[in-house]
């Protein structure tokens, strides 16, 4: 199994919509979790940053962590046609691991205009 | 802030040749930098974690051999493929943070054909 899993879409949405992305992960060790935003031939940029459970809101994005279902969204409101790229999950206990981070297969997303 | 920067963008070479790649820390301090290689259409792969001064950390199955890294400043570190073949044209990506335990800024990758 896998130590974070992520659907890899491709998913499509008319622009306006609201996009939910989700990845599931096994170690519940795991406290921080972060998402990226990759644009083709390009690396990945990072959009939030959490820690431990709950909600983070920036701009039109919020993320949100279940520590208790190992399980965690990005949320992306009114969404846009430059919000087309693949998204990644990636996650770390630290101080087991270091700083390594655990990261998702990434979801593809294309906003349509 | 927290800019990483990568050169070249992208490089062509020949079979048997090594080619090397930077990656800088614009304007802060890496503690540690992390090397990725990504294939089409796939995830990061890490291939090896490089602390400043001390020699690099690579994960199962990668080749120190082949794949050297040096982490001379708290700036810059280098990924040097050596006699590369084909199979290691991939998307090679390095990430960098202010400390362990940090979160992790990536550079824009660098885009490596073998022929």
């Known amino acids: 199994q896998k130590e974070v899993e992520q659907d890899p879409g491709p998913l499509s949405v008319p622009e306006g919509a609201i996009v939910s992305l989700n990845c599931t992960y096994s170690n519940s060790a795991f406290q921080y979790f972060m998402w990226y935003r990759q644009y083709s031939r390009k690396g990945p940029e990072l959009l939030m940053y959490?820690?431990?459970?709950g909600n983070k809101e920036d701009g039109r994005f919020t993320a949100q962590v279940d520590k208790s279902s190992k399980y965690i969204s990005l949320f992306i409101r009114d969404s846009q046609p430059s919000d087309s790229a693949t998204y990644l999950c990636a996650m770390s206990d630290r101080l087991n691991t270091g700083n390594q981070f655990y990261f998702g297969t990434g979801t593809s997303l294309t906003v349509i205009p | 802030g927290a800019v990483v920067s990568q050169h070249p963008s992208r490089v062509i070479c020949k079979s048997g040749t090594s080619v090397k790649i930077e990656c800088r820390s614009l304007d802060f301090q890496a503690t540690t930098m992390f090397w990725y290689r990504q294939f089409p259409k796939q995830s990061l792969m890490l291939m090896a974690t490089s602390n400043e001064g001390s020699k690099a950390t690579y994960e199962q199955g990668v080749e120190k051999d082949k794949f050297l890294i040096n982490h001379a400043s708290l700036t810059l570190s280098t990924l040097t493929v050596t006699s590369a073949h084909p199979e290691d044209s991939s998307f090679y990506i390095c990430?960098?943070?202010?400390?362990?335990?940090?979160?992790?800024?990536f550079g824009p990758g660098t885009r490596l054909l073998v022929l």
């Open positions: 959490t820690y431990s459970s």
């Open positions: 990430s960098a943070s202010l400390a362990m335990g940090e979160t992790q800024y």
